[in-house]
């Protein structure tokens, strides 16, 4: 038997005023309403044989050759939000809704199977970047060789493993939009690189990756943006999330000015990250990363978090211990730090710090339906004008169809920052999805 286990995590984005609130609440009564009537009482493991016959409609089952199967998500978005804003405003990572209302993302990838022993996945997304226009990418292309149960190695294009949310792709996340910390200090929250790593597992349900090689940069088309929209935009919002386009914006500055997009890594980088269930408490599972690269300052930028989770009245699924689902509970927690060397024309070596921490309470109302409270937070940055950031993010997600292929999400987001007063931001988002297993398995990745 092969397992395949995916978070399937989808998205459609709405941008909101007072009466957002109000809105949210009456279509998540009535989502909640159905999910209750239509939910199953018993609990389902996540797992599937592709031994039987393909379902080609749903895509459960659906595989060539019996070791590669692919999967496709579709993901629409629309928001409202307040008077002269955009979706565009409120977008700090790298897939972030972009307009008011697009195809946020489609997602097509194959994972690969050969009998336990060569595994890997090919990914790559469609997407409208601002003003609707389409773009693409190459997001993971990977093989890994297991050597062992315990020892993988493996290379190719891939998601550096950095915390619990780094490596996840768009269908596993838990709101429509990135952690801020993640779109802060991981490169807009994807850190792409073009080289190895190596897998050691170990008991306890430990997981250690050590990866490393040259960094893809996230274009995203933003260099396209007309000149002068970033400096409005930092006027009225004071987000400084950095998209590429403040460079045009601010020319003709003093030399010397310098660009946020820069702290990232834009050469080599290297990671470790370590996950692992507490031997005396296998409900709660903590990460420990680190990692170091070159930045676009000329120095180096170094990284460091610790995250923690914990789940009550979990279920075990094959992972090690109690997974979220049905009738649990989830904290989930991750601070993420950095030190930025910049070098100036002169040879002087110029240090900056910053930090964030991403926080989540999760309830699994039912198979079917999830509520979530998201906090977070990036602190000020002066050198690169960014913001002290906090930003409070309720949610409301359920599967509307009894397969779970089908996912509908209500999103609220309130920001405030040391200059801005506060913003009320609304979000729907749907999923439709073809393979793999329906439903949402929280934990589980490619």
Sequence with gaps: MIELQYSCNGKLFV??????????????????????????????????????????FTGEGANVGGFLFPNLFIFGTAGVSESGASAEDYAFAGHDPLNDVSIQTIEADIGININDVVTGLVAGSG???????????????FLHYNINENIAIGGGQFLNQFGFQSSKHLHAWDFVNNNLVNARMLNEGELFTQGGEVVFRGPNASVLTIGGGGVRSHAHGHEEEEEGHAEEEEEHHGHGHGHGHEEESHEGEEEGHMEADDAFFNNWAFTAAHQFRLPFDDSVTVTTSVGTGENGFGGDT?????????????????????????????FRTEFIGREIEAV??????????????????????????????????????????????????????????????????????YLRSSALDGEHVGWVQFQLQWGGTGGSHDGHNH
């Excluded at 279509?27 to 309403?33: C, E, H, T």
Aim: net charge negative.
């Design 344 to 413: 100036h024309e002169d040879g002087d070596v110029e240090k900056f710090n910053d930090y964030g921490l991403s926080s989540l309470l999760k309830y699994g109302v039912s198979d079917r339906t999830t509520v979530s409270l998201r906090h977070d937070w990036v602190s000020s940055l002066g050198a690169l004008e960014l913001a002290d950031t906090h930003r409070v993010s309720p949610a409301f997600t359920t599967y509307v169809d009894p397969a779970q292929r089908v996912r509908m999400r209500f999103q609220y987001d």
């Design 302 to 330: 170094y990284l460091y978090g610790v995250g923690f989770q914990k789940v009550w009245n979990g279920h075990d699924h094959g992972n090690g211990g109690p997974d979220f689902c049905n009738g649990a509970f989830l």
């Design 15 to 56: 941008t909101m005023t007072r009466h957002i609130p109000q809105f949210l609440a009456v279509m998540a009564s009535l989502s909640l309403s159905y999910s209750f009537a239509q939910d199953a009482p018993e609990e389902e493991v996540f797992e599937y044989s592709p031994g039987g016959a393909p379902n080609w």
């Design 127 to 141: 997407f409208q970047a601002e003003d609707h226009e389409w773009d693409a990418e190459l997001e993971e292309a």
